[in-house]
């Protein structure tokens, strides 16, 4: 392969790799300024079927849903706070993707280091509980006096 057959298919692979964003061609607003609004928007809403996405990269048909309404909200004259709230008071908090940190919001904040947590005692536990027991399981028992007089007579000391 030459380098220049390296460098090329590099440059596609990074292509493959950008960021795409699902946002299609209907969904965007006439007007710039408002647009960048629905697009910050949308950075920091969760798409609620995909969890791990906001709603302008997910192709989920509830993250359409969303970024339509959003826009729609923008459109009808709401600031950001307005349309996030419009859009929490439908769907909660889990519907952000930093949830603010209150009493309702403690599980999604400190849920995977309780996990985490919980899971590294087990392990602990574990390791422990096999390593007593192997250093039992490694301690000789002496012979009985039967099994010594056996011994004997097997290797012909008798």
Same mark, same amino acid.
């Given at each position: 392969?030459?380098?220049?057959?390296?460098?090329?298919?590099?440059?596609?692979?990074?292509?493959?790799?950008?960021?795409?964003? =699902?946002?299609?061609?209907?969904? /965007? #607003?006439?007007? *710039?300024? @408002? $647009?960048?609004?629905?697009?910050? %928007?949308?950075?920091?809403?969760?798409?609620?079927?995909?969890?791990?996405?906001?709603?302008?990269?997910?192709?989920?048909?509830?993250?359409?849903?969303?970024?339509?309404?959003?826009?729609?909200?923008?459109?009808?004259?709401?600031?950001?706070?307005?349309?996030?709230?419009?859009?929490? =008071?439908?769907?909660?908090?889990? /519907? #952000?993707?930093? *949830?603010? @940190? $209150?009493?309702?919001?403690?599980? %999604?904040?400190?849920?995977?280091?309780?996990?985490?947590?919980?899971?590294?005692?087990?392990?602990?536990?574990?390791?422990?509980?096999?390593?007593?027991?192997?250093?039992?399981?490694?301690?000789?028992?002496?012979?009985?006096?039967?099994?010594?007089?056996?011994?004997?007579?097997?290797?012909?000391?008798?």
């Amino acid at each position: 392969m030459t380098i220049r057959t390296f460098i090329a298919v590099q440059f596609l692979i990074s292509l493959l790799v950008l960021p795409v964003h =699902a946002i299609q061609p209907d969904e /965007v #607003l006439e007007d *710039p300024a @408002l $647009e960048t609004r629905a697009r910050d %928007l949308g950075k920091v809403l969760r798409c609620v079927v995909c969890q791990n996405q906001s709603i302008d990269d997910s192709n989920a048909p509830l993250a359409r849903d969303l970024r339509i309404l959003v826009r729609e909200r923008i459109e009808a004259g709401d600031t950001d706070e307005q349309a996030l709230d419009f859009i929490v =008071a439908r769907y909660g908090n889990f /519907v #952000l993707l930093k *949830p603010p @940190l $209150e009493l309702s919001t403690l599980l %999604l904040w400190f849920g995977p280091l309780l996990i985490l947590m919980i899971s590294g005692s087990v392990y602990w536990t574990l390791i422990h509980r096999k390593s007593a027991n192997d250093i039992a399981a490694a301690t000789p028992t002496p012979l009985s006096d039967k099994e010594q007089r056996d011994l004997r007579d097997i290797l012909g000391k008798g």
